[in-house]
């Protein structure tokens, strides 16, 4: 479960002062399906990034799970990262060294998981998006919706009960778009709780409750 | 650490290693010359413990002199002599003394084989060839006790001499006349490297059994006598002691540094072995600068990866990877870097020292080659070698992975 109180981000840069957020409460319930939306500059993404662990509230509280996040050190953070949260970002992020198999099977490696445990987990991850085919190829050599799939791969490669979606088809056409759609939903489906930003009414339409983000406020 | 995540490594390694092409090259270089400088530096304190060991192992020898004091109502300038019973009286008296040998030697007529030269000869004991590092060639040996008890005619002689006399033919069980008396030769120098002699070097010389040598030099006094100590360190100690006791005996000052002289190799030794062990250091720092060089090359390489993987590392870290998995990678990969070049210059020098050992030194003209022919590469060598290498390692890999580690996984992410 995800609960944040009051939850306020200040950027500073020199002498400008920038609220991303204020005063934002949230409860989002295990195995949501929950959608974000909101101008650009409206503090979507800070939002997702103080959910997913990657950046830390300037005042206000997170609870995930009832643990206190801004009590827990960086590799504690990189810990919950690791195993409570996948993240699925607009422009895939994935390692343009690596190929499909090795980028699925970081996070694993992360985890310190053995070798037996991680083969088995990326073959089956890789025949789940389609794409097993394609397992020794750069993402270089992948289509769009070719790399959001190894990179939803990626995140569900620990197997995490939250995926955070920023954007997820923003990069794609629409045809890819429907397909990891369709993928989140099943994901959703099997009681994950997903929370994705978007700019599209029609995929937040599949949601199942929308946030609506202005000026770093949640709109009632 | 996981041992998969090295693997890893090295696989993210493998995939950018061209761009460390030059680095490892400096790498290469800067090893062999490290490698290359201590192993010539060794090798020249090695040989020069060996060209000085061709006089002999922990040798003082004591000659006669001249009084330079007024000793007992004596006048000064009395020539002071010694004789071959001083040699047991030493030995005697002084516990610390291992081996004591009389050594008496004058220039000679020497005729063998049809062929006639002048050489030094010398008389003295069978216990000699230790002291004097005189090893005999295969077939040959050198003065027994036996030879030297009963007073017997036979030669020892050195390789140049064996040459000038014989050629080609082997000496051993032929005569040789030595001031027309016939003595039979049992053995010949084996060659060997000497950088300190008196008379000139042992390949010209010839040694008889001590009274055998007394029938055809009838001086009753020797030239000098050889004193091994039973530790090296007793050196000093041993030449106080016989100054005092020759003293006692032929009544002079035992402050008086003209009365009797020493030649304390030992003494020598160390202050070669000094010289040679700072040439020794010198080159080594010289070896050391030139391989900082290459670790210079990896850090600025380290930096550069650093920047260029920033949204990497934003990746990895937003996945989960701890600070400490950033800072290995960087860390092995440093080390990736660091071994390819060091390993072939590694290989490298190892070859050229192997080689450069196979010259020939020539023993005849014992010269600069007998120095520098021999590099050494040894374990203490490998061992500083390694020192120096994982303190270079560590300095190029720190800094670029904690600037790395530091990064802020939002905006890593967002770097382009």
Redesign the interface.
């Known amino acids: 479960m995800i609960e944040l109180q009051g939850i306020t981000k200040v950027y500073r840069t020199g002498s400008q002062v920038l609220e991303a957020l204020r005063s934002v409460s949230l409860t989002i319930a295990r195995g949501e399906f929950i959608s974000i939306m909101g101008p650009s500059g409206s503090g979507k993404s800070t939002l997702m990034?103080i959910v997913?662990c990657?950046?830390t509230p300037t005042a206000g509280e997170y609870l995930l799970d009832g643990v206190n996040v801004a009590g827990l050190t960086?590799?504690q953070l990189?810990?919950v990262?690791?195993?409570k949260i996948g993240?699925v970002?607009q422009n895939f992020?994935?390692?343009?060294?690596?190929t499909a198999w090795?980028n699925i099977?970081?996070?694993m490696?992360?985890?310190?998981k053995?070798?037996r445990k991680?083969r088995e987990r990326v073959t089956e991850l890789l025949n789940a998006v389609g794409l097993y085919d394609w397992r020794d190829h750069r993402p270089s050599e992948l289509s769009g919706g070719q790399q959001q799939r190894i990179a939803l791969a990626?995140?569900l490669a620990?197997d995490p009960p939250i995926l955070l979606a920023d954007e997820p088809t923003g990069n794609l056409d629409s045809r890819s778009g429907e397909e990891i759609m369709a993928i989140l939903t099943e994901l959703w489906r099997d009681g994950r709780t997903i929370v994705m930003v978007t700019h599209n009414d029609h995929i937040a339409a599949l949601s199942e409750r929308t946030i609506r983000l202005f000026d770093g406020q949640v709109l009632p | 650490m996981n041992p998969t995540l090295p693997l890893f490594f090295w696989s993210e390694y493998r995939k950018r290693r061209k761009k460390a092409a030059l680095i490892t090259f400096a790498l290469f270089w800067g090893t062999l010359s490290i490698l290359l400088l201590m192993a010539f530096g060794q090798g020249m304190s090695a040989q020069f413990r060996v060209a000085f060991s061709g006089l002999g192992d922990t040798l003082i020898m004591v000659y006669g002199g001249q009084t330079s004091l007024e000793f007992e109502g004596l006048p000064k300038g009395r020539p002071i002599s010694l004789y071959p019973e001083d040699v047991d009286f030493l030995k005697e008296r002084i516990p610390e003394i291992l081996r004591a040998v009389p050594e008496s030697y004058t220039f000679l007529q020497v005729s063998a084989n049809g062929r006639e030269i002048n050489r030094t000869v010398h008389g003295t004991t069978d216990e000699f060839s230790l002291m004097r590092t005189q090893v005999p060639r295969m077939g040959g040996r050198f003065l027994n006790a036996a030879d030297v008890a009963e007073g017997r005619k036979v030669a020892f002689i050195g390789w140049k001499v064996a040459a000038d006399l014989f050629g080609a033919e082997d000496p051993i069980g032929k005569p040789v006349v030595i001031n027309r008396v016939p003595f039979t030769v049992i053995g010949v120098l084996q060659k060997k490297i000497q950088d300190s002699m008196y008379n000139g070097p042992d390949a010209d010389q010839i040694y008889l059994p001590f009274y055998a040598y007394s029938q055809i030099d009838n001086r009753r006094r020797v030239n000098q006598i050889h004193i091994q100590p039973r530790e090296a360190g007793q050196s000093k100690l041993i030449e106080a002691r016989v100054r005092t006791l020759l003293g006692r005996k032929y009544r002079f000052d035992p402050d008086d540094r003209y009365a009797t002289s020493f030649w304390n190799t030992i003494e020598d030794a160390k202050q070669g072995l000094a010289i040679f062990k700072g040439i020794e250091i010198f080159l080594g720092i010289i070896g050391a600068l030139t391989l900082l060089i290459g670790a210079v090359g990896v850090t600025n390489l380290m930096y550069a990866v650093a920047k260029e993987r920033t949204k990497e590392i934003g990746i990895k870290l937003a996945i989960g990877a701890r600070r400490r998995v950033i800072v290995q990678q960087f860390f092995l990969e440093t080390l990736f870097v660091f071994a390819k070049g060091t390993f072939w210059g590694f290989v490298t020098a190892f070859n050229i020292v192997y080689l450069i050992r196979l010259a020939p030194i020539n023993y005849d003209s014992f010269g600069i080659e007998a120095y520098l022919l021999r590099p050494v590469f040894s374990l203490q060598i490998f061992a500083a070698y390694m020192v120096i290498l994982a303190v270079l390692v560590f300095l190029s890999g720190i800094f670029p992975a904690l600037r790395a580690s530091r990064s802020n996984p939002i905006e890593s992410l967002r770097y382009e």
Not at chain 1, 109 to 112: A, P
């Open positions: 990034n997913g990657l950046d960086f590799d990189a810990a990262r690791n195993r993240f970002f992020n994935l390692l343009p060294y690596a090795e099977e970081l996070p490696l992360f985890d310190g053995n070798g991680r990626r995140a620990n």
